[in-house]
């Protein structure tokens, strides 16, 4: 048996140095330390063998075929090594460039203008202050001077998610139509003097076109203290135009009625899409803009602030429409389009 297992040592090792890729190679494999292969074979024939002779032959086998074995993992790493070494030197590639990386995202528009806003009124010393989405009726509407039988409360502009028990009730819950709670919130929690603005999506019953669409983004400011008016209004609404766009912007005030400002009024910017009328500005060649006024003395009251000691002015601003202006979008269904042909611009 001894010779017949050195034959069968010195036939692999032959067959696998003449083995030209990795099948050939898994045939010898195959052949010679499969479950049918020779060794095996050889090996149940051990039983036939005198004592003295079979763990004899028994060493043998062990040392030929860990022999064998050796031998096909070498041969195996000489084959990928060839593979890859040809695989850089094939046709087209070029080994010192970098790998492929993973497509980087970017912000949002509406989170570049919002970031941008945020630091500009931090720097004038205003806090940005959030709230909650859902809110109470109490809230969007009783505390900011907005009447039981205001259109505004109907089910066609408002989204209710538990109507009032009856009209003007105040017990009812909405999906906020404006972020003007979140300084209601901010002035029971903080008092006068206080300079914040409240940045959020706010949500509305709006049939969609152009520049209206349900779910959209807001920015409101409060200033509230001693002395307050109507120049210091007009001051911080400016520098919040100068500031997004790098330069002046043409605008218009005109009279508004709001029923959280006295007086109110509604700040126009000139439409940049067209010179003669368009559909974004309804062919006024003016974008609504901004909307504020001086805060009302009942909406002082409501958040326990005494009318009679402090003052103060709000504004709202679109920040869509804003990031419409700036980045020259026609059209704010875009903004949560979820498009990746609109988003991949920024």
């Not at 999906?175 to 300079?195: D, E, I, Y």
Request: charged share 25%.
């Amino acid at each position: 048996m001894r010779d017949a297992l050195e034959e069968l040592r010195q036939s692999a090792l032959e067959a696998l140095s003449g083995a030209g890729s990795d099948a050939e190679l898994r045939e010898v494999e195959v052949q010679y330390l499969g479950r049918n292969g020779e060794l095996t074979s050889l090996l149940k024939q051990l039983g036939s063998l005198s004592a003295e002779e079979r763990p004899l032959m028994g060493k043998l086998s062990n040392e030929i075929k860990g022999e064998v074995q050796a031998s096909i993992q070498e041969r195996r790493k000489g084959f990928d090594e060839e593979k890859l070494q040809a695989d850089l030197l094939g046709e087209g590639f070029d080994p010192t460039l970098p790998g492929p990386s993973a497509p980087a995202g970017g912000l949002h528009p509406l989170t570049r203008i919002r970031r941008e806003l945020e630091d500009l009124f931090s720097s004038m010393g205003f806090y940005v202050v959030d709230g909650p989405e859902l809110e109470m009726e109490s809230n969007n509407f009783d505390a900011l001077n907005i009447p039981g039988d205001h259109p505004a409360r109907e089910s066609h502009d408002t989204i209710w998610v538990r109507e009032p028990s009856s009209p003007g009730a105040g017990d009812g819950t909405c999906m906020r139509t404006h972020t003007s709670p979140v300084q209601v919130r901010a002035l029971r929690k903080f008092g006068a003097p206080l300079k914040v603005i409240a940045p959020g999506r706010v949500f509305r019953q709006e049939t969609q076109d152009a520049t209206h669409d349900h779910t959209f983004h807001q920015m409101e400011g409060l200033v509230v203290g001693k002395g307050v008016g109507v120049s210091h209004m007009l001051h911080a609404m400016n520098t919040l135009l100068e500031g997004v766009f790098g330069r002046k912007v043409e605008t218009r005030l005109r009279p508004g009625f709001f029923p959280f400002v006295e007086p109110g009024f509604e700040l126009d910017a000139r439409c940049p899409f067209c010179e003669d009328g368009c559909r974004v500005c309804k062919g006024s060649t003016w974008i609504e803009l901004m909307p504020g006024g001086l805060v009302h003395p009942h909406v002082l009251k409501a958040c326990d602030v005494d009318p009679e000691h402090f003052s103060g002015f709000a504004f709202g601003l679109g920040l869509s429409r804003m990031v419409m202006l700036r980045y020259g979008i026609n059209d704010i269904r875009w903004m949560l389009s979820g498009d990746l042909r609109f988003l991949e611009q920024f």
